[in-house]
Antibody
Framework: QVQLQESGPGLVKPSETLSLTCTVSGGSISSYYWSWIRQPPGKGLEWIGYIYYSGSTNYNPSLKSRVTISVDTSKNQFSLKLSSVTAADTAVYYC??????????????????WGQGTLVTVSS | SSELTQDPAVSVALGQTVRITCQGDSLRSYYASWYQQKPGQAPVLVIYGKNNRPSGIPDRFSGSSSGNTASLTITGAQAEDEADYYCNSRDSSGNHLRVFGGGTKLTVL
């Protein structure tokens, strides 16, 4: 079955750029949407954005000015860059497959599977 | 602030039935999906679409929707169901954004 694994630095300095990669194994990255989601310690889930395998993207408006998500289909990977980070960006970052369907005219989307998550701390 | 509203905490007696709700305007147009998250673990999908369970999710979990409210029902709650539950759907802007509810902490007594 498809598995996702996040990788990247666990510590980032304030004002710098957070960079993470999600590697997809057990299946192709093609024909799906792929999302990044984060969870600050003790808080709820926040959707960051998605990328389609073709490269089209959509971002959370609250983060849009600082976020870039890209895809490398040859490596079966997609990546997140978040610029000008502050302590408020400290969180567990998850990648997930984002599936969309329409049944009888009603759209549904869901995230499955998820990566295990990686904690990124913003601190000097 | 989230466009999907959940009660912060709900409790249920062992073996009883509990309903966790999620409210939002977008739920009039889109189905919600539901996730279970235990401490230190990644969220796990438990319900998607109208009322679909991924493989491996017990049939005591079910989903429903009415108007602007989506519900996750656990029939015969077990101790292992104690967790945080999050709903997810699209936002109401029409821009294909995703949004999560604030989460509900379920305690099994």
């Amino acid at each position: 079955q498809v598995q996702l694994q996040e990788s990247g630095p666990g510590l980032v300095k304030p004002s710098e750029t957070l960079s993470l990669t999600c590697t997809v194994s057990g299946g192709s990255i093609s024909s799906y949407y792929w999302s990044w989601i984060r969870q600050p310690p003790g808080k709820g889930l926040e959707w960051i954005g998605y990328i389609y395998y073709s490269g089209s993207t959509n971002y959370n408006p609250s983060l849009k000015s600082r976020v870039t998500i890209s895809v490398d289909t040859s490596k079966n990977q997609f990546s997140l860059k978040l610029s000008s980070v502050t302590a408020a960006d400290t969180a567990v970052y998850y990648c997930a497959r984002d599936t969309i369907t329409m049944v009888r005219g009603v759209i549904s989307n869901w995230f499955d599977p998820w990566g295990q998550g990686t904690l990124v701390t913003v601190s000097s | 602030s989230s466009e999907l509203t959940q009660d912060p905490a709900v409790s249920v007696a062992l073996g009883q039935t509990v309903r966790i709700t999620c409210q939002g305007d977008s739920l009039r147009s889109y189905y919600a999906s539901w996730y279970q998250q235990k401490p230190g673990q990644a969220p796990v999908l438990v319900i998607y679409g109208k009322n679909n369970r991924p493989s491996g999710i017990p049939d005591r979990f079910s989903g429903s929707s009415s108007g602007n409210t989506a519900s996750l029902t656990i029939t015969g709650a077990q101790a292992e169901d104690e967790a945080d539950y999050y709903c997810n759907s699209r936002d109401s802007s029409g821009n294909h954004l995703r949004v999560f509810g604030g989460g509900t902490k379920l305690t099994v007594l």
